[in-house]
C-alpha cells in the first residue's frame, strides 16, 4: 500500500507543469565615477538568471575595461527609452546623482542609488517623496544593509534579545592619501557624509530617527579636510556614537559596531569580516547564556546579496524593507552628524 501510494503521488506530481524561471531583468547604469561603481556591474553581470544589463551611460567615451567591456554604450535618454527597461543603477559623483536620479524615477524606473544620494536634504527628500509618490522602488547602496553579521544584529534587536538598547559604539575610518583628501574636501561635510553615512543608516534601521545629533570635528591638517569627526546621536533611552577618521592607519581592521542593551551586546568587529562577540543574560534560540564568538560566513561579493533582493522586490515576491521615511531621515541625519 505504501509502495503504491508513493507511485500514485509521484505519478501525480510529475504531471503538474513546470513553473518557469522568471525572465531575467532589464537594467541600465548610470555613471561609472562613484567609489563602488565598478562593483556594482559586476555584481549585476554576475546574475544572468536576474539581470540583463543592457547598456551603460558612461561620463567618458573611452575603451570600456573590466567589468564593463562588452557593454554597449548609451546616451541616457536612449537608456531610459530602451524597451523593457524596469531598473536604473546610478553611480554618478555624488554632484549629479539626485537630479539623474529624478529624472529616471519620471520615466517610471526603479532605482538603485549610491550613497549618500545628494548634496543638499531638500533635493533629495523631494526626489525619495517623487518615487514614493510613483510607487517605484529606491534602493540605497548602503553596503551593510544585507551584509549577514548586520541581519543577525537586526534579528536580535527587533526580537529583543538584548532587551532596551542603551548603547552604540561605531567606528569607520581609513587612512586617505593626499588624492583622496583633495577629493573629500571638497563635500561639505567631510569624511563622515562620504563614508559615516553607511554608519548612520545602521543606526537607523536599528532605533529610527534620532531626538537630536551633535557634532563634532577636530581635523589633523590644514588642508580644509575634515578628516577627524564625532557624531552622537540622542535617544529617548540611548546613546550612539559615531567616529570616522580618515587618518588611521589601521582604519579597516578597526572598523566596529557595538550594540549594548540591558539583556546583552553584540559587536561586530571588523563591520565585513563576519566575526561576531555575542553577549547574553539568558539564552535565545541556538545562543547560549553568557558570552559567545561568532564567525558568520559573509559572501565574497560585497554587493550581490542586495541585487538578489532589488530583482526579488521588483517580480514582486517581498517587500521592500527601507521605505522612504527611513532614507530621508538617514539623509538628514549625515548632514547633521557631519556638522552640516
Not at 565598478?38 to 547598456?55: C, D, F
Not at 550613497?115 to 514614493?132: S, T
Not at 555575542?278 to 541585487?307: C, H, M, N
Request: aromatic share 6%; glycine share 8%.
Amino acid at each position: 500500500m505504501m509502495r503504491r501510494h508513493f507511485l500514485t503521488t509521484a505519478l501525480a506530481a510529475s504531471a503538474l507543469p513546470l513553473r518557469a524561471a522568471p525572465s531575467p531583468l532589464r537594467i541600465g547604469q548610470i555613471g561609472t565615477l562613484h567609489a563602488h561603481a565598478a562593483g556594482k556591474m559586476e555584481a549585476l553581470r554576475k546574475q544572468p538568471e536576474n539581470w540583463e544589463v543592457v547598456g551603460l551611460v558612461a561620463e567618458s567615451q573611452g575603451p570600456l575595461r573590466a567589468p564593463y567591456d562588452g557593454l554597449t554604450l548609451l546616451s541616457e535618454e536612449a537608456l531610459l527609452n530602451t524597451a523593457g527597461l524596469k531598473a536604473v543603477v546610478i553611480e554618478t559623483e555624488i554632484e549629479d546623482a539626485c537630479a539623474t536620479a529624478l529624472r529616471c524615477l519620471q520615466a517610471g524606473k526603479h532605482l538603485h542609488l549610491d550613497k549618500p544620494g545628494a548634496l543638499k536634504h531638500e533635493e533629495f527628500k523631494a526626489m525619495r517623496l517623487e518615487a514614493e509618490q510613483r510607487q517605484l522602488t529606491v534602493q540605497m547602496g548602503y553596503m551593510f544593509r544585507y551584509n549577514p553579521a548586520f541581519t543577525l544584529l537586526r534579528q536580535a534587536v527587533s526580537e529583543g534579545w538584548l532587551g532596551q538598547i542603551t548603547e552604540i559604539d561605531a567606528a569607520m575610518g581609513k587612512l586617505a592619501d593626499p588624492r583622496l583628501r583633495q577629493q573629500l574636501s571638497q563635500l561639505p561635510g567631510g569624511g563622515l557624509f562620504e563614508l559615516g553615512c553607511h554608519l548612520i543608516d545602521a543606526v537607523i534601521t536599528l532605533l529610527g530617527k534620532p531626538q537630536s545629533v551633535h557634532a563634532f570635528d577636530t581635523p589633523t591638517g590644514s588642508d580644509g579636510f575634515q578628516d577627524n569627526q564625532l557624531a552622537v546621536l540622542k535617544y529617548p533611552q540611548a546613546t550612539a556614537t559615531i567616529r570616522c577618521n580618515h587618518t588611521d592607519p589601521f582604519g579597516g581592521p578597526r572598523r566596529k559596531l557595538s550594540v549594548t542593551g540591558t539583556q546583552g551586546s553584540f559587536e561586530i568587529l571588523p563591520l565585513e569580516s563576519g566575526k561576531i562577540s555575542l553577549s547574553l543574560t539568558q539564552a535565545r534560540g541556538r545562543y547560549a547564556k553568557g558570552s559567545q564568538a561568532l564567525q558568520i560566513e559573509v559572501p565574497k561579493g560585497r554587493y550581490d546579496l542586495e541585487f538578489q533582493d532589488l530583482a526579488r522586490v521588483l517580480r514582486g515576491e517581498k517587500t521592500f524593507d527601507w521605505n522612504a521615511a527611513h532614507d530621508i531621515a538617514v539623509h538628514e541625519t549625515t548632514l547633521l552628524a557631519a556638522g552640516q
